[in-house]
């Protein structure tokens, strides 16, 4: 009994050791932890590709899968440096920070406010985009439309709902900002964006869900000594219509047009051979009547010597003209164009 008793109290001390071994590999430390849910501050910046940040945004479609819009964005920034010139008088530097891919959701939560949100629509598209501009670049605009003094920064009052002036000053800069975007994009789609509305509460320009993914393109606007920042958000829904047009790959300013391939078809189907029918007359005739022909059977036309001839081609009229004699051949002499080429 003595060494049963033994045995047992081993197999317990074992057991118990087991079990402390297991219990200490399930404990993480507090940087583990954070490194598993992409809360690592050593590396914040890489928050959103580790961890279950990662999983999370899996999800989202990554803008470079539209390497044409990447183009439309620099032709964008191109055309705003000479509109915004012409608009402010001003000299003015255009540059694009950045396009990212983030859930519209997310966005709205990490505006900074005061800010103006303008929303616009696209009319062939039939959807809605949104167009951001922070505080420092309203005061700078409204500062600079109202003649403000170079080399002075512009006054920034905070606290306070935006006035009727300056909402204005700062619609009229975004009808620019839309017609130069409506530009950018007319070698790729023709598309008319519309200014909407003008909100200053995130919450009242919702133009799609939150867990939607959204494009975005941070710009810097700098005015000598002034400026501030433009945000255009384009939800992936509203660029669906182009999503085709937006794959392709970008060759020369005609965006992906071969002028050489162009030119070399052209040239072959002018050497094409396609085959003509005169066509001299038609007739209508029951079904009985048709079935009732045999050999020697006559169909009368209602056609003369002097009547009009139909050139087809398939079942299309090209020609009229018409019918003689040359060299011993039947002709057709073509009198009228039926088809402009």
Known sequence: MATNDDLAAEWESMSDEEDGDVGSARVLNQDEI????????AGAGEADTSGIHAIV???????????????????LVRMMSTSLRNFTSDNVEVSLDNITSIRFGDYLNSIPLPAMLSVFKAEEWDNFGLL????????????????GRRGTAAMRIEGRPYTTIERNLVERMVNVVLSDLSAAFDPL???????????????????????????LARLRIDMEDRGGRLELMLPYATLEPVRELLLQMFMGEKFGRDSIWETHLANELWNT????????????????DVLNLKPGSRILLN??????????????SLFSGKMGRKSGNIAVRISNRLRKM
Do not use: H, K, Q
């Open 303 to 316: 056609a003369m010597p002097s009547s009009t001839i139909d050139m087809r081609c398939g079942n299309v």
């Open 273 to 288: 051979d396609v085959e003509l029918e005169a066509v001299l007359d038609e007739i209508v005739m029951p079904l009985n």
């Open 57 to 75: 945004n899996s999800a989202l479609v990554s803008y470079e899968r539209l390497p044409m819009l990447e183009v439309v964005f620099d032709r």
């Open 189 to 215: 789609s023709p598309v008319t964006f519309r200014f909407d509305r003008l909100e200053t509460n995130p919450r009242f320009a919702t133009i799609a869900r939150p867990a939607n993914a959204a494009v």
């Open 132 to 147: 951001v501009v922070d505080s420092a670049l309203i005061y700078s605009i409204v500062d600079v439309l109202l003649g």
């Open 34 to 41: 954070d490194s598993l849910l992409g809360f690592d501050e």
